[in-house]
């Protein structure tokens, strides 16, 4: 358990350095509603619970962003609430273990971002959450082995959120493909 913490610990303080647009960025995904498609997820676990917890009309399909996040060779879901949980500031997701399914990590905002960077199997995970015209939280969420902890949260304003999504446009941008309508 003290190891756990050290090496959480240690990340932190590693990733806080990475909020400051001039320092060197990790890279990653970038992850946001565009990237979300409908899909039936496996009816077990805590998948059944999450068509209620994010308030999907029972006649609607969760949207998610499906892949191998951990590379134990079983597909993982990062899952969107409905949109009338979403608004300026974002929309909750949960990170669901494709092997188990179980659900791992609760994250809000937008852009999500899936670094490479991995701790106990999965990869660490950022988010920025608007919370007006030019501020806003960018957040650090660390596997701890069994659930993703917050280990930071940063309010950034002004030219400090221009500067950081300057520097997260590195991160690969996953968008779905639209059929030619545009839908």
């Known amino acids: 358990m003290r190891r756990n913490q050290f090496l959480i610990f240690t990340i932190v303080m590693m990733l806080a350095g990475n909020v400051r647009a001039?320092?060197?960025?990790?890279?990653?995904?970038?992850?946001?509603?565009?990237?979300?498609?409908?899909?039936?997820?496996?009816a077990a676990?805590?998948?059944t619970s999450l068509q209620l917890d994010f308030e999907y009309?029972?006649?609607?399909?969760?949207?998610?962003?499906?892949?191998?996040?951990?590379?134990?060779?079983?597909?993982?879901?990062?899952?969107?609430?409905?949109?009338?949980?979403?608004g300026t500031g974002g929309c909750p997701y949960a990170m669901v273990d494709?092997?188990?399914?179980?659900?791992?990590?609760?994250?809000?905002?937008?852009?999500?971002?899936?670094?490479?960077?991995?701790?106990?199997?999965?990869?660490?995970?950022?988010?920025?959450?608007?919370?007006?015209?030019?501020?806003?939280?960018?957040?650090?969420?660390?596997?701890?082995?069994?659930?993703?902890?917050v280990v930071s949260s940063v309010f950034v304003s002004g030219q400090s959120v221009k500067d950081l999504f300057k520097s997260l446009n590195s991160h690969r941008k996953i968008k779905v493909a639209q059929d030619k309508k545009g839908h």
């Open 22 to 42: 001039e320092q060197a960025t990790q890279s990653g995904i970038w992850i946001d509603s565009s990237s979300m498609t409908e899909m039936k997820l496996p």
């Open 45 to 47: 676990g805590d998948t």
């Open 98 to 149: 494709g092997k188990t399914n179980k659900r791992i990590g609760d994250f809000s905002g937008s852009p999500i971002l899936v670094l490479d960077q991995k701790i106990n199997g999965f990869p660490v995970i950022q988010s920025y959450g608007h919370m007006n015209v030019d501020s806003g939280s960018f957040v650090t969420y660390v596997f701890d082995g069994k659930k993703y902890q």
């Open 57 to 86: 009309p029972e006649n609607k399909i969760l949207k998610a962003f499906s892949t191998d996040f951990n590379g134990d060779g079983v597909t993982d879901y990062l899952v969107e609430a409905y949109e009338s949980l979403c």
